[in-house]
């Protein structure tokens, strides 16, 4: 059962809105993205929001594409937005664009330099700038402030005629160039850009700023609860204005913190710079913190949707620990993922009082969370593989692996006692030797010696192999954007270890793109899309405990 918890301050929003009748208590809410990259996770926590309330009071949600700039915008991301959408469960109502209503917004500027409320300035970027004051100083009128209506109305239709070149002449609002609010210094609603559209090819050549497109499209599908992140604050004043002003739809913005996740960037433009410098593989690098980054590590949707519900919804801006993104990956993967052997980095380990060419079937339960998963079938021979570390020439007291004269428990197997090792020229262990305990098989134990250490295993004449990508944070700092000088300075050398022949337990041979298991004392993996038959290749999704917590209590 559940616990109640409280309602965050937009759902109380809401819920007095339909308690009073707002909008007749309809609920239309909408997600609008830009598609000039993928979607990061503090993307999956808007997502949560918009179609989570809509959801919880049977109401609709909107996908909308903000795709007002051609340069950076393309259908590719397009199409990975909506998958990443529909991966975390959820379904929009309809999908629009804001180049729908380029006519529409065209329309509403016209309005405007109608009621003497826009005009068109043709100032530089840089005299425009410095025109607009500072947030202590006001700003100067532009001499081109004071056109006719007539002068405007033909400067801006021969604006969108094509007849200026880009950054000759913009369209602004006519607002307070004293207001406090500097975004309210006559901001700037359409420049010219002389650039082929993802959906509109060449027929604009002016296209609107986000403060100009956003309300009105908002307006024009009529959204009850426009929810926007703490940087656009500043801009809403502006947005009522635009409302106010074109006497339109009376949508409403809502601002909420961002989700600001430790140990990476969440910076579209920052993101973009790490896979076009070749930092990390593509967009969906399991070490970047987009959602498909995400999905290609073996993260679930609904650890994802756990974890934004879990942080909540607040109003001021905070770090959140990747630590607690884990928790909740790990959580439902103990419960989820079977357990499996894998032997990263192997020696060999023969028993020697086990019958050469003896082959035993043994039976290893599938998860012992879930008593429903059932077991597994394990070939045992006298010869397997164990992982280098569970040996040690010297051992310190309490290490509880095998050493000369030690005896560990192989996992689903016997108890064995190591009796000898080889070394090659160099001085490293190539093989270690043991004999086994007869009567200690698991399950059927009857042997009496109790021994601390259990370690897992591979029978080396049945073993596949595979890729093991070992992924870890992608930076070394905390918060990386905040850090003086390039963010990539910070940039963890350690964030991804290859291990190009593992060796696996046989059944996990048919393993498919998208299964997730604990590979037993090592973490929990995931088939990587990449993978072919025989040719199996896991990305790890999260160690089996916060080894970084331990690391940042050294500090």
């Known amino acids: 059962m559940s616990e109640e918890r409280s309602l965050n301050f937009i759902e109380q929003i809401v819920e007095d809105d339909i308690a009073n009748g707002v909008n007749g208590g309809r609920i239309?809410?909408?997600?609008?993205?830009?598609p000039n990259g993928y979607l990061h996770i503090g993307h999956a926590k808007s997502i949560c929001l918009n179609f989570g309330l809509a959801k919880k009071y049977n109401g609709k949600t909107n996908l909308r594409f903000d795709d007002t700039n051609p340069i950076t915008e393309d259908t590719e991301y397009v199409d990975s937005i909506m998958n990443d959408i529909r991966w975390l469960g959820f379904e929009?109502?309809?999908?629009?664009y804001a180049s729908d209503y380029f006519d529409q917004l065209y329309a509403f500027a016209e309005k405007l330099i109608g009621k003497g409320l826009a005009y068109v300035d043709d100032s530089s970027a840089e005299q425009i700038a410095q025109l607009k004051g500072t947030p202590t100083t006001p700003g100067t009128d532009s001499p081109y402030r004071n056109r006719s209506v007539e002068e405007n109305l033909q400067l801006f239709r021969d604006m969108k005629a094509g007849k200026y070149k880009d950054g000759e002449k913009v369209l602004r609002a006519k607002v307070d160039m004293a207001a406090p609010n500097m975004h309210m210094r006559d901001p700037i609603m359409y420049r010219i850009k002389h650039a082929h559209h993802h959906r509109t090819g060449d027929k604009w050549c002016i296209y609107p700023m986000y403060d100009f497109a956003h309300g009105q499209s908002d307006s024009i599908e009529e959204i009850t609860h426009s929810i926007c992140t703490l940087e656009f604050i500043p801009h809403r004043p502006l947005y009522d204005w635009f409302i106010k002003s074109l006497e339109i739809f009376p949508s409403h913005q809502y601002e909420f913190a961002r989700l600001n996740l430790s140990y990476t960037v969440m910076s579209k433009r920052k993101l973009l710079q790490?896979?076009?410098?070749?930092?990390?593989?593509?967009?969906d690098d399991p070490r970047m913190p987009t959602i498909s980054g995400f999905r290609r590590k073996g993260y679930t949707p609904s650890s994802i949707r756990n974890f934004c519900d879990r942080i909540g919804v607040a109003k001021r801006d905070n770090l959140i620990d990747l630590s607690t993104l884990e928790f909740f990956i790990r959580e439902e993967l103990n419960k989820t993922a079977n357990r499996v052997m894998v032997v990263l980095d192997p020696i060999k380990?023969?028993?020697t009082n086990y019958g050469k060419d003896k082959v035993e079937i043994l039976k290893g339960e599938n998860n012992p969370e879930d008593p429903g998963s059932g077991s597994r079938?394990?070939?045992?021979s006298n010869t397997i593989y164990i992982e280098r570390e569970d040996f040690m020439e010297e051992p310190p007291k309490k290490f509880f692996r095998l050493g000369p004269d030690l005896m560990v428990r192989?996992?689903?197997a016997y108890i064995v006692k190591c009796t000898g090792f080889d070394k090659d020229e160099s001085g490293n262990i190539t093989t270690v030797y043991a004999e086994y305990i007869e009567n200690s098989?698991?399950?059927e134990d009857t042997s009496g010696i109790h021994v601390k250490g259990t370690i897992h295993w591979v029978s080396a004449a049945h073993a596949k192999t595979a890729k093991v990508n070992l992924y870890d944070r992608l930076f070394k700092v905390e918060n990386p954007a905040m850090e003086e000088g390039d963010f990539k300075d910070f940039i963890n050398p350690d964030s991804l270890h290859v291990v190009e022949n593992a060796y696996i337990e046989p059944n996990l041979a048919s393993a498919k793109v998208g299964d997730r298991f604990q590979f037993l004392r090592k973490g929990y993996f995931s088939v990587d899309p990449d993978s072919k038959e025989g040719a199996l290749i896991f990305n790890r999704t999260v160690t089996l405990k916060d080894t970084w917590a331990k690391e940042s209590k050294k500090k």
């Open 377 to 380: 079938e394990i070939p045992f």
């Open 274 to 283: 790490l896979v076009n410098e070749g930092y990390v593989s593509g967009w």
């Open 441 to 443: 098989k698991s399950g």
């Open 28 to 34: 239309l809410t909408r997600f609008p993205p830009e």
């Open 92 to 96: 929009w109502a309809d999908v629009f």
């Open 349 to 351: 380990l023969v028993i």
């Open 410 to 412: 192989l996992k689903h």
